[in-house]
């Protein structure tokens, strides 16, 4: 392999890295590999970078990374993956259904409004899907 | 990985060559992978791979930060290219870090002489 196909292979390695990482060490690693080029055999630089390859993908990521929808765009932090965006997609679209089945169907509650007079304050009754009563103050 | 813990635990060889290249003064990567070639005789090779694993951990524990200054006298040393390099340094939860690893281990070597010494004796 030629000095322009090795680092295109190391560059190629560093982009399966974790967005995080690449983001902090990429460069620096990348240059590292220049730098070792020159001195001569770089077979173990390769070695090293699967390894950490498999460290940082098989280790839990504290930051979960930082998701913020501004304009209709999403902006990403570094540290959100692919995955992340998935199961992000996944979440909305359960949303959206579950709302879509709310809508859909009449309000479920029939509320309805009486005094008391044994508590003199109004009672807001709530029926289906279960019953629950709140209790106003009583009006001055 | 807190600082607390990495006292009490062994570090790693990795983490011990890192604190014990950064504990001559400000590194970049490279600098880094070349002070531990240096320290261990060449038996040692820390790739960028291992090193910046560990330098996350180092950081995120508080035992390594980034080094924002140097003296005019350093920065003249610097190629352009370096220049532009983040650089680490020990902070002082690193530096007792790493007394506290050099205690332990002359604590191991000096029950490993004293075995030796027993074995020794009770040959002879």
Redesign the interface.
């Known amino acids: 392999m030629n000095s322009m196909g090795a680092r295109l292979a190391y560059r190629l390695l560093l982009r399966l890295h974790p967005a995080s990482f690449q983001h902090e060490f990429g460069a620096d690693m990348l240059w590292i590999f220049d730098e070792e080029q020159q001195q001569g055999s770089t077979v173990y630089l390769f070695f090293d970078g699967v390894r950490s390859l498999v460290r940082q993908r098989c280790r839990p990521q504290k930051d979960p990374g930082q998701l913020s929808i501004a304009s209709g765009t999403i902006i990403t932090s570094p540290g959100i993956g692919m995955f992340r965006l998935f199961q992000g997609g996944l979440l909305c679209l359960a949303i959206f259904l579950s709302l879509g089945q709310i809508l859909r169907h009449p309000n479920p509650f029939s509320p309805s409004i009486k005094w008391s007079n044994r508590m003199s304050c109004y009672t807001i009754t709530l029926q289906a899907p279960s019953h629950a009563e709140v209790v106003l103050n009583p009006l001055p | 990985m807190k600082p607390a813990s990495a006292k009490s635990a062994p570090l790693s060889s990795a983490t011990l060559q890192i604190l014990l290249a950064l504990a001559g003064g400000n590194l ?3 600098g880094i ?1 070349k002070e531990v070639t240096r320290n261990s005789d060449g038996h040692y ?1 820390l ?4 090193l ?2 560990n ?2 951990k180092l950081m ?1 524990a508080g035992l390594v930060a980034d080094a924002a200054t140097f003296s005019s006298s350093k920065r003249k040393q610097l190629s352009s ?1 370096e220049d532009d ?2 650089f680490y340094t020990l902070t002082k939860d690193g530096k007792n870090a790493l007394a506290a690893e050099v205690d332990r281990l002359q604590s191991v070597v000096r029950e490993a002489k004293l075995r030796l010494q027993e074995a020794r004796t009770g040959k002879a």
């Open positions: 970049h990567g490279y992978i090779r790739g960028p791979g291992t910046y694993d330098l996350k995120d290219k390099r983040r």
